[in-house]
């Protein structure tokens, strides 16, 4: 094929695009959130609309929180992430609700009548008498609905960077790794949509049968995704992993295996985007997959013990004070509810063996107790703390022990605050979903269920796939 | 003819649409068709509506496949992308992508079949004279009335000056002026030596412009010539005479031949070669001065009619 007749198709699609109706309202959604991120400005202490009408974010938490109750110690640590919380949840919106799943619905249904308006009576007999092969001008349009999509979506993300760059200062690679996902997700359901455009020849057959098989897939992956954690937790179970499982049992698994196998994995895609994104990232202080925890930065001026395991003893980060007495830790540790006996139990012991009585507090939105005594130890003052907290079946245990007058230092209560914050514990309910703990094991090695080429290599064949069948049914019909 | 360069060449074509699995059942829409086309003629393909003459032409395009047989475009199998460069199509019942401006449609086609874009900025302006749409080219397809979707047709089938051009049905649902234009646009083509092929079932238009025609019907060719030997002589003679009483006319020449009919300025009358000697002598001998004679030929409708109708029978 020579240049011009490439030049030819391209514009063909180019113009036809933008002709189309469901694009052109595709496009004037995606401005609004552009157009928004430029002149909303997240300030340090304020928002900023159109650059003249400010928000504190103080005020702004006041109102949020009046009837709350929070002490204004709570309220304080809020404030300090205010900002990066809006952002952060703005751009996850942005990303999981704009990009994957309005954006993917979209994109197909914008670009779906793309294949099969070229084949309809009439359009057929001008096009295909050109001197252009069938299958040429079918990827042609295929390629030509991934590029417009993916003009689309570097449009929407890179305005929002830019806006959020520009007008906030703030910069969040998961935005440019979404368009990535986008477009992943859309050489999967474009082919899909093409394929079914050659066999229908209708563009409202091609979009709904298109847009059918989109959460069929999803579905069905996802019943595999729980029936593979579900599985692995009854194995946990030494006890039940001789019960003979039933045959429609059976039949389900191997049925949702084979189908995973094949079928296109287009939700990885933002697992994929994830794992890469993580990579690039800072590592957090410390996690472990287990519990869903993550720390992440160490307390500031401790250092982490090398010799010490979360298992075991507990995690320690050591301080030197600094006229040399002793050193202050933080020690954080997990263990089996059945070697420490119900928590409550725990409690109890605790608050005969100090006399005071436990502070509810939180760490990461879980209720947990806190107890804060000082203790004489050789004639010096040590402040200690201790939260105790449940996370299924396991307790952890928070310790903190340092020279009392030292940390009662504004600026290490501060430094302990912060520390707090950055703990994070997944909720139960969602390590239990088979979507969370199948993405917590995916990634780029490991088992073929988990791995991330294999997800890729089986996804891409099945797109050859389908696009070969599209090509084998369009040079066989008689226009 | 066979001295000429075959520009399109049909041997034993068959189509059948709609077989079962293994080609058994269907409908024959061609059933063993040949026929040549040399380089600058004007070629008819005739028949009446559901003869097969837009499937063949597809199959010539590499819009249908053959079921039987062999077909070439300028010597190259059908099918091949490349035999089609150097052809234009205006398809039966067309629809052109209404999403773009008539210059557009130009422009896009025109790259396809592999002319850059300098030549079509000089080529384009010219074309859309010729066709008369230089006025509506601006403007998007599908605000085009017929008779502008099937001028700017034509154009899209001329843009890339292509060697051999087809035309579907060219004038069916056109009006008179229309028509006129499009004869006078096939006429240009053939004055520059470009070969064309019309497929139409409105006989008159293809009685005016067309070198050679095919006739056919239900799939098979039923008689191929020129617009002469396609219309034979019917027998039937005009008489012009001299101003004179038609009784006279009648009684001279009445009991001569059959299906006598005063027309003006003389007669009509049906005669064998013998009879027209017989009914000179006696026009002579009755004092009427002949002003002239003339064989009547059936025109091609009738020799159309005629042949179908036999075919049927
Ligand atoms: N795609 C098709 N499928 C089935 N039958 C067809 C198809 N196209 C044409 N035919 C049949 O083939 C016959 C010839 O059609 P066509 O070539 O369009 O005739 P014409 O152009 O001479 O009017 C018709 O009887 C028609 O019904
Ligand atoms: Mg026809």
Same mark, same amino acid.
């Given at each position: 094929?020579?240049?011009?007749?490439?030049?030819?198709?391209?514009? +063909?699609?180019?113009?036809?695009?933008?002709?189309?109706?469901?694009?052109?309202?595709?496009?004037?959604?995606?401005?609004?959130?552009?157009?928004?991120?430029?002149?909303? #400005?997240?300030?340090?202490?304020?928002?900023?609309?159109?650059?003249?009408?400010?928000?504190?974010?103080?005020?702004?938490?006041?109102?949020?929180?009046?009837?709350?109750?929070?002490?204004?110690?709570?309220?304080?640590?809020?404030?300090?992430?205010?900002?990066?919380?809006?952002?952060?949840?703005?751009?996850?919106?942005?990303?999981?609700?704009?990009?994957?799943?309005?954006?993917?619905?979209?994109?197909?249904?914008?670009?779906?009548?793309?294949?099969?308006?070229?084949?309809?009576?009439?359009?057929?007999?001008?096009?295909?008498?050109?001197?252009?092969?069938?299958?040429?001008?079918?990827?042609?349009?295929?390629?030509?609905?991934?590029?417009?999509?993916?003009?689309?979506?570097?449009?929407?993300?890179?305005?929002?960077?830019?806006?959020?760059?520009?007008?906030?200062?703030?910069?969040?690679?998961?935005?440019?790794?979404?368009?990535?996902?986008?477009?992943?997700?859309?050489?999967?359901?474009?082919?899909?949509?093409?394929?079914?455009?050659?066999?229908?020849?209708?563009?409202?057959?091609?979009?709904?049968?298109?847009?059918?098989?989109?959460?069929?897939?999803?579905?069905?992956?996802?019943?595999?995704?729980?029936?593979?954690?579900?599985?692995? /937790?009854?194995?946990?179970?030494?006890?039940?992993?001789?019960?003979?499982?039933?045959?429609?049992?059976?039949?389900?698994?191997?049925?949702?295996?084979?189908?995973?196998?094949?079928?296109?994995?287009?939700?990885?895609?933002?697992?994929?985007?994830?794992?890469?994104?993580?990579?690039?990232?800072?590592?957090?202080?410390?996690?472990?997959?287990?519990?869903?925890?993550?720390?992440?930065?160490?307390?500031?001026?401790?250092?982490?013990?090398?010799?010490?395991?979360?298992?075991?003893?507990?995690?320690?980060?050591?301080? /030197?004070?600094?006229?040399?007495?002793?050193?202050?830790?933080?020690?954080?540790?997990?263990?089996?509810?059945? +070697?420490?006996?119900?928590?409550?139990?725990?409690?109890?012991?605790?608050?005969?063996?100090?006399?005071? +009585?436990?502070?509810?507090?939180?760490?990461?939105?879980?209720?947990?107790?806190?107890?804060?005594?000082?203790?004489?130890?050789?004639?010096?003052?040590?402040?200690?703390?201790?939260?105790?907290?449940?996370?299924?079946?396991?307790?952890?245990?928070?310790?903190?022990?340092?020279?009392?007058?030292?940390?009662?230092?504004?600026?290490?209560?501060?430094?302990?605050?912060?520390?707090?914050?950055?703990?994070?514990?997944?909720?139960?309910?969602?390590?239990?979903?088979?979507?969370?703990?199948?993405?917590?094991?995916?990634?780029?090695?490991?088992?073929?269920?988990?791995?991330?080429?294999?997800?890729?290599?089986?996804?891409?064949?099945?797109?050859?796939?389908?696009?070969?069948?599209?090509?084998?049914?369009?040079?066989?019909?008689?226009? | 003819?066979? /001295?000429?360069?075959?520009?399109?060449?049909?041997?034993?074509?068959?189509?059948?649409?709609?077989?079962?699995?293994?080609?058994?059942?269907?409908?024959?829409?061609?059933?063993?068709?040949?026929?040549?086309?040399?380089?600058?003629?004007?070629?008819?393909?005739?028949?009446?509506?559901?003869?097969?003459?837009?499937?063949?032409?597809?199959?010539?395009?590499?819009?249908?496949?053959?079921?039987?047989?062999?077909?070439?475009?300028?010597?190259?199998?059908?099918?091949?992308?490349?035999?089609?460069?150097?052809?234009?199509?205006?398809?039966?019942?067309?629809?052109?992508?209404?999403?773009?401006?008539?210059?557009?449609?130009?422009?896009?086609?025109?790259?396809?079949?592999?002319?850059?874009?300098?030549?079509?900025?000089?080529?384009?302006?010219?074309?859309?004279?010729?066709?008369?749409?230089?006025?509506?080219?601006?403007?998007?397809?599908?605000?085009? #009335?017929?008779?502008?979707?099937?001028?700017?047709?034509?154009?899209?089938?001329?843009?890339?000056?292509?060697?051999?051009?087809?035309?579907?049905?060219?004038?069916?649902?056109?009006?008179?002026?229309?028509?006129?234009?499009?004869?006078?646009?096939?006429?240009?083509?053939?004055?520059?030596?470009?070969?064309?092929?019309?497929?139409?079932?409105?006989?008159?238009?293809?009685?005016?412009?067309?070198?050679?025609?095919?006739?056919?019907?239900?799939?098979?060719?039923?008689?191929?010539?020129?617009?002469?030997?396609?219309?034979?002589?019917?027998?039937?003679?005009?008489?012009?005479?001299?101003?004179?009483?038609?009784?006279?006319?009648?009684?001279?020449?009445?009991?001569?031949?059959?299906?006598?009919?005063?027309?003006?300025?003389?007669?009509?009358?049906?005669? #064998?070669?013998?009879?027209?000697?017989?009914?000179?002598?006696?026009?002579?001998?009755?004092?009427?001065?002949?002003?002239?004679?003339?064989?009547?030929?059936?025109?091609?409708?009738?020799?159309?009619?005629?042949?179908?109708?036999?075919?049927?029978?």
């Amino acid at each position: 094929m020579n240049r011009p007749t490439l030049r030819g198709l391209f514009l +063909d699609a180019l113009y036809q695009v933008l002709d189309n109706l469901g694009f052109r309202i595709l496009f004037c959604l995606f401005l609004v959130p552009v157009l928004l991120s430029f002149v909303v #400005s997240f300030r340090e202490t304020s928002i900023a609309f159109f650059w003249c009408w400010e928000w504190d974010y103080a005020e702004f938490l006041r109102s949020a929180t009046a009837s709350s109750g929070l002490d204004a110690a709570a309220r304080a640590e809020m404030l300090a992430n205010v900002r990066e919380s809006l952002l952060q949840g703005l751009v996850d919106v942005v990303i999981e609700w704009g990009a994957d799943r309005f954006g993917l619905v979209f994109g197909i249904a914008a670009i779906s009548f793309f294949v099969p308006q070229m084949l309809e009576k009439g359009a057929a007999d001008v096009i295909f008498s050109k001197p252009v092969s069938r299958s040429s001008l079918f990827l042609s349009r295929y390629i030509g609905g991934l590029l417009f999509v993916g003009i689309l979506s570097a449009f929407l993300v890179g305005g929002i960077t830019l806006g959020l760059v520009t007008s906030s200062g703030w910069f969040d690679s998961g935005l440019l790794w979404s368009v990535l996902a986008l477009m992943y997700g859309f050489a999967i359901f474009h082919a899909i949509s093409c394929t079914i455009g050659v066999f229908t020849r209708n563009t409202i057959g091609a979009i709904l049968l298109t847009l059918v098989f989109m959460p069929i897939n999803c579905g069905l992956h996802l019943g595999w995704e729980n029936l593979v954690t579900l599985e692995q /937790a009854v194995a946990g179970r030494e006890a039940s992993a001789e019960e003979p499982q039933s045959g429609a049992f059976e039949f389900l698994k191997t049925g949702l295996t084979a189908y995973h196998v094949v079928a296109p994995k287009t939700g990885d895609a933002m697992r994929m985007a994830r794992t890469w994104r993580r990579s690039l990232e800072t590592q957090p202080e410390f996690q472990d997959s287990e519990l869903g925890l993550v720390v992440a930065q160490a307390p500031r001026e401790f250092r982490r013990e090398p010799r010490s395991s979360f298992a075991r003893e507990g995690l320690a980060w050591l301080a /030197a004070h600094p006229d040399g007495a002793g050193e202050a830790s933080w020690t954080l540790r997990s263990q089996a509810l059945q +070697d420490t006996g119900p928590r409550s139990a725990l409690v109890k012991k605790q608050r005969k063996e100090l006399g005071t +009585d436990p502070v509810r507090s939180d760490i990461s939105g879980r209720y947990a107790d806190r107890f804060e005594w000082v203790e004489d130890r050789g004639g010096e003052k040590r402040l200690r703390r201790r939260w105790i907290l449940q996370v299924g079946d396991r307790i952890v245990t928070l310790d903190y022990d340092a020279e009392s007058t030292w940390a009662r230092a504004d600026e290490r209560e501060t430094a302990a605050t912060a520390f707090l914050a950055g703990i994070s514990i997944e909720s139960e309910e969602l390590r239990h979903m088979g979507a969370v703990s199948y993405e917590r094991k995916f990634g780029w090695g490991g088992p073929w269920q988990f791995n991330a080429w294999f997800s890729l290599g089986t996804t891409l064949a099945f797109v050859a796939v389908v696009l070969a069948l599209g090509l084998w049914k369009l040079r066989r019909i008689d226009f | 003819m066979s /001295a000429q360069e075959s520009i399109v060449s049909v041997r034993d074509v068959t189509k059948v649409y709609g077989g079962g699995l293994f080609g058994r059942g269907g409908f024959r829409a061609l059933d063993g068709v040949s026929l040549e086309v040399g380089r600058g003629q004007v070629f008819g393909l005739l028949g009446p509506n559901g003869a097969g003459k837009t499937t063949l032409v597809k199959i010539l395009l590499g819009l249908a496949r053959r079921s039987g047989g062999d077909a070439r475009i300028f010597g190259q199998p059908v099918g091949d992308p490349r035999a089609r460069t150097r052809v234009g199509y205006l398809p039966e019942g067309h629809r052109f992508p209404g999403y773009l401006t008539g210059v557009q449609m130009l422009e896009l086609f025109g790259q396809m079949c592999g002319r850059d874009r300098h030549y079509l900025r000089r080529r384009i302006p010219e074309l859309l004279e010729q066709v008369g749409m230089r006025d509506s080219a601006h403007r998007k397809i599908r605000e085009y #009335s017929k008779g502008m979707t099937q001028r700017i047709g034509l154009a899209q089938a001329m843009v890339h000056e292509p060697e051999l051009v087809i035309l579907d049905e060219p004038t069916d649902g056109v009006d008179p002026v229309g028509r006129a234009a499009v004869r006078a646009l096939v006429q240009g083509l053939k004055d520059r030596g470009t070969t064309v092929f019309i497929n139409s079932h409105l006989l008159q238009e293809v009685e005016l412009v067309c070198d050679r025609v095919v006739i056919m019907a239900r799939g098979k060719i039923l008689r191929e010539g020129s617009i002469a030997e396609l219309t034979p002589r019917s027998g039937r003679y005009r008489f012009e005479v001299a101003p004179c009483v038609e009784l006279t006319l009648a009684r001279l020449v009445g009991e001569l031949g059959s299906n006598f009919e005063p027309a003006t300025g003389g007669f009509e009358v049906q005669l #064998s070669d013998a009879e027209l000697d017989a009914c000179v002598d006696r026009l002579r001998a009755g004092g009427i001065s002949i002003r002239g004679i003339t064989a009547r030929r059936m025109n091609l409708e009738q020799a159309f009619i005629q042949l179908v109708n036999k075919e049927a029978r």
